[in-house]
């Protein structure tokens, strides 16, 4: 007769863990509000200070718990730290064997851009660009000086997608570019010439404008040509 192995039991720390999430949902927390001390956590969840701390220092990890020394604990903001180190080495790792993992993120997020500039053209007069329109002359201003930095061109993309309300979208296009800064020395300078930067993003600008979808989805891929460029340099 076989004997069925039983599942291990969760470590008291883990169990902690699920203790703390469960305690945040049921009291309705939210994101900055405090938490309780870790003596009012362990008498809640019966478990001791080692396992509190142990589960506390797991969750500031992932962005669960925010610990301010000096101040106390808090519910944390949501981040994406965790992915953009684990992304940023499996890409580093990755181009020691010939595979480039930048190359697949870029692939990612050009299918989600193109996505997004669809959802945006939907929203029609409701879509304030205005914040756009002043970046892309700040951005047309630094081409003629010889380059766009990478600060404008992130803002480009972060207020371009504001207006869809969508907080999770300037948070994940936020870690793409966390992860293309740490590798900014692998990739090196930009191949693009900073005018060809700046019309590229004026194409995107005016096909939202002109609510053009087609020309919108073309002008994105147009404009991570360049970006492919770059990692491909890395690759060869």
């Not at 870790?38 to 478990?47: A, G, I, K, Q």
Request: net charge negative; hydrophobic share 45%; no cysteine.
């Amino acid at each position: 007769m076989t004997t069925v192995p039983r599942p291990a039991r969760p470590s008291r720390a883990a169990e902690a863990q699920e203790g703390v999430k469960d305690l945040i949902v049921r009291r309705g927390l939210i994101a900055g509000d405090p938490l309780p001390t870790e003596s009012e956590l362990m008498e809640e969840l019966h478990v001791s200070r080692n396992s509190i701390r142990e589960a506390l220092k797991a969750l500031q990890a992932v962005g669960i718990v925010d610990i301010r020394h000096g101040f106390g604990m808090f519910v944390g903001r949501m981040s994406l730290a965790g992915l953009v180190d684990e992304l940023t080495f499996h890409s580093r790792i990755t181009l020691q064997n010939g595979a480039n993992h930048l190359a697949h993120l870029i692939d990612i997020r050009e299918i989600l851009e193109s996505g997004l500039v669809v959802r945006l053209i939907e929203l029609g007069p409701d879509a304030d660009l205005t914040p756009v329109a002043e970046v892309m002359a700040r951005m047309e201003s630094e081409a003629q000086a010889g380059l766009v930095s990478p600060e404008t061109d992130r803002l480009f993309h972060d207020l371009l997608y504001r207006p869809l309300g969508n907080p999770l979208v300037t948070t994940l296009l936020g870690a793409f570019w966390d992860v293309y800064y740490q590798l900014r020395d692998a990739l090196g300078a930009p191949d693009e010439p900073a005018a060809d930067v700046a019309r590229r993003h004026r194409e995107i600008y005016a096909a939202v404008l002109a609510g053009d979808r087609a020309a919108a989805q073309v002008a994105v891929k147009a404009h991570f040509l360049g970006v492919r460029n770059r990692a491909a340099r890395i690759e060869g």
